[in-house]
């Protein structure tokens, strides 16, 4: 199996304004089944939001072509997490996202260039995090999971890139303090206190 | 290059309640750019409702691997008639859909299960016909369009008839009056007279 390189992940590491807390790798191993559960539901989601850019953006040939391969690709993941679920006896079923994306797209602008801007910044987040997250998940988890986590960094890795390249390509001024904005956002999620855990959810409430 | 068999096509060409008229391939002889550019933007529809679908029925796993495949399918072909179109030098923009699917959407029943079978149904409709231009159109065309719509017959009758199996399962009665329903729809939507001409327009008008 092709690895994704170390050079890749320590730029995504870099991208990201923090690595994901213990706690929530000890949380995560203790709640498979919403783990690939939500995992199953999000590669849905990183489909069907590619795809929205496509249908806002017909005149911008690179977000067409970029876009349709990662939303082909997030679906062909969709069918592989369905997979295992189903073979570890899990139901995949609606379950209530977590606060992680909302989070960010509360902060996307209302008008173009600025609203492709913010979604393709906010692309690249949770790109970069669920790259980040199998990462730090595959030395604790079983060998099935570990592997697929790992076969999934390579192409999770190129899409953070290709979302900011996007982003980068499509405004006139540069997109840097809309990142560390962004980054702001997603670094609280993260490191702030969650009672919902899910894939992408923040530090687990500890109850008392 | 494998080609679809002649059995498959008979198959729908007795499905669908009509072929289609002379006059609107005539037209479509006429329309090359509008043919092509409506045909990609129609391909980023189906991919998009067959991942409506996905949302919609999370409880339902015939549909989702059938749907997931389906869209990664039609973002392919979405990604080979954009390829077309820009070879060609026409430039991929928004533009007014025709009244086609509309027609039939709105008979969709509002609640489940009638809501999902009639999408179904829908669905093949929609399919179904796409195929049946893409025969109707291929002995009048140059020859690299006559290929890569040969190439689509194939996949595409094969959809048509994954949208009807899946009505059929998850409906507890027969579903022949729906389908006979829909195909009034269909049939009066391609043989009655259309301002806009369009992949699935009916009967171009005549200017006097």
Redesign the interface.
């Known amino acids: 199996m092709e690895l994704v390189n170390q050079a890749d992940l320590d730029a995504l590491f870099e991208f990201l304004p923090c690595r994901t807390p213990e706690a929530w790798i000890q949380e995560a191993l203790n709640q498979e089944e919403m783990l690939l559960l939500n995992h199953c ?1 999000l590669e ?1 989601c990183a ?2 939001n590619a ?1 929205q850019l ?2 806002r953006c ?2 911008k ?1 690179d977000v ?2 970029k876009m ?2 990662l ?2 690709e997030e ?2 993941h ?2 592989k997490v ?1 997979e295992l679920l ?1 073979k570890r006896g899990y ?4 379950h209530q996202p977590s606060r992680y994306a909302g989070l960010m797209n509360a902060r996307i602008r209302k008008i173009n260039p600025g609203q492709l801007i913010d979604s393709l910044i906010v692309g690249a987040y949770i790109e970069a995090r669920s790259c980040e997250r199998f990462a730090s998940l595959a030395p604790h988890v079983d060998e099935e999971i570990a592997t697929f986590f790992r076969s999934l960094l390579k192409s999770e890795a190129r899409h953070f890139k290709d979302y900011l390249t996007l982003a980068q390509n499509h405004s006139a001024e540069p997109i840097d303090e809309r990142i560390a904005m962004f980054g702001e956002i997603e670094r609280n999620a993260i490191e702030s206190e969650d009672d919902l855990f899910r894939f992408h959810s923040g530090v687990p409430l500890v109850a008392d």
Chains 1, 2 share one sequence.
């Open positions: 539901y849905q489909a069907r795809l496509m249908f017909p005149d040939p067409l072509s349709s391969k939303a082909r679906l062909r969709f069918e369905h189903t139901i995949y079923k609606s």
